[in-house]
């Protein structure tokens, strides 16, 4: 763990990027702690933009709405729209790949779920399924009509399998889109090249800030790109170890206040 703080010269910040799951919101309670709201509500309250960067779809986002942002970064940087509506970028799934993912369940026993900028379609409810949703407070989505799937618009894929199995399976079936993973149950999957690093870059461009002023939080796999990016990445207590790893910092849990704590660490609340 690096220490880049310095207390006589702090590091200027002007945008400080949150994941969602783990991060701002507990596993445990399925809440956003009291001390993160308020140190949110002080980071803007210093003109200090504050943005969601997340592998949730756009559409998923109510049980954060209470909380005002400036931006949000969804499909893993896949798409980007700032708190008023305006999308800053789209990006989707090679349709190619989409395609061979869902011949390949078809011969091959494997769950999936395709995520679009309107909805969620799965193609069974397994019970490791059902439990991935539960996990993150989401409600089930519905089974596609397998005569009738959108191979053109998905802007995210979740592939369960495990992490063994996921290199051959994306040089083999989804070779133009990559893989990344907060949990061993299933891989996120987004276009080639895209990651939460270039939703950062995208935001900085909209709003004029240098990717030196820039602050990350996060705790799972799909983070990493961002926190290596950010100028200080933080890892919550509650990380990965493999997150921990390449972080800057590392705060406390997020059920400890774990935002709220490196914030005051690093001189901005």
């Not at 305006?86 to 011949?103: G, R, Y």
């Not at 989401?138 to 799937?149: G, R, T, Y």
């Not at 509650?238 to 005051?264: F, H, M, Q, R, S």
């Amino acid at each position: 763990m690096m220490d880049t703080f310095n207390a006589e010269n702090p590091t200027p910040i002007k945008a400080v990027f949150f994941d969602i799951d783990g991060t701002l919101i507990s596993f445990k309670t399925n809440k956003i702690p009291d001390s993160t709201k308020k140190a949110i509500e002080n980071l803007r309250r210093k003109g200090i933009k504050v943005i969601v960067a997340t592998g949730r779809s756009i559409n998923t986002l109510a049980h954060i709405s209470h909380i005002e942002f400036d931006g949000f970064i969804t499909f893993n940087g896949g798409y980007c729209a700032t708190t008023d509506g305006e999308i800053l970028s789209k990006n989707i799934i090679d349709p190619n790949d989409i395609k061979n993912l869902i011949n390949y369940a078809e011969n091959f026993p494997l769950s999936y779920s395709l995520m679009y900028e309107d909805k969620v379609e799965i193609n069974d409810a397994t019970p490791e399924v059902v439990g991935m949703y539960a996990h993150v407070n989401l409600p089930v989505p519905p089974i596609h009509d397998k005569e009738n799937i959108d191979i053109e618009n998905v802007f995210q894929a979740n592939i369960f399998l495990g992490p063994d199995a996921e290199k051959e399976f994306m040089e083999t079936v989804m070779p133009n889109s990559v893989a990344s993973r907060w949990t061993p149950l299933f891989a996120d999957v987004n276009p080639g090249g895209i990651s939460k690093k270039v939703g950062v870059q995208t935001f900085c461009d909209h709003f004029g800030i240098d990717v030196s002023e820039t602050m990350s939080f996060g705790d799972g796999g799909n983070d990493i790109f961002m926190l290596k990016f950010t100028k200080i990445g933080i890892a919550m207590g509650n990380a990965n170890e493999n997150v921990k790893e390449i972080a800057d910092y590392i705060t406390e849990d997020v059920d400890n206040n774990g935002i709220e704590k490196a914030l005051l660490h690093f001189g901005l609340i």
